[in-house]
């Protein structure tokens, strides 16, 4: 549920391990996600425009799963994905518009191991840039395959709820606030009256 806007590179993990989900990645400068792990991330349903790079992974041991997440228009030469390592399990992930008409994946490491299904790649292209020195093993989509994601997705909610009353320490419990007085009473009673309402 969150969203990176024009940031450097979005979520890096050197060490550790993430999960991304819901999330949007919008302009990133360097990559929405770069990924060194010794423990096994994930992306789920995550939406990606307009960045340089999507993910950047050179996990030596984990691998990653990118499941059913869309990402368009990204600038780097070196593709939206860019894998050496670990396997790279990749499910109903959808890639729009590349910059070069070249396949979104680059492989930067011999031997590496992908494990696809039911991805999509506008125009109907190569998943996979230089496929042979790859293992790319393609599992059969089943029945269902997931929707397209949209790219107006957003996850951060435009409205909010204000709360029927609100308890003011200084104007309603004669809090100063001034960082001298002791407010600690004021505070209490504002805390109890919102406990009691």
């Known amino acids: 549920g969150c969203e990176f806007y024009r940031c450097g590179m979005a979520i890096e993990d050197v060490h550790g391990n993430f999960y991304a989900r819901n999330s949007r990645f919008e302009g990133s400068r360097v990559a929405d996600l770069s990924m060194q792990s010794e423990h ?5 349903r995550c939406v990606s425009t307009g960045s340089r790079q999507f993910l950047d992974m050179h996990a030596s041991v984990s691998p990653m799963t990118v ?14 994905v860019k894998v050496g ?6 499910i109903d992930t959808f890639f729009l518009k590349a910059p070069d008409g070249k396949a979104p994946i680059l492989v930067a490491s011999r ?3 992908i494990l696809a299904s039911a991805n999509r790649v506008e125009g109907g292209g190569a998943l996979v840039r230089n496929p042979v020195v790859a293992k790319i093993y393609e599992i059969p989509a089943g029945e269902d395959t997931a929707p397209r994601p949209s790219l107006d997705e957003r996850f951060l909610g435009v409205n909010i709820s204000i709360p029927g009353k609100i308890f003011d320490a200084r104007r309603d419990f004669g809090a100063r606030g001034d960082g ?3 407010d600690g009473e004021a505070i209490q009673k504002t805390i109890d009256a919102a406990k009691a309402f």
């Open 67 to 80: 499941e059913s997440c869309v990402v368009n228009g990204w600038t780097g030469a070196d593709g939206a």
């Open 40 to 44: 096994s991330s994930s992306v789920r």
């Open 111 to 113: 031997d590496q191991r």
């Open 180 to 182: 001298k007085t002791d």
């Open 85 to 90: 390592g670990a396997p790279l399990i990749l």
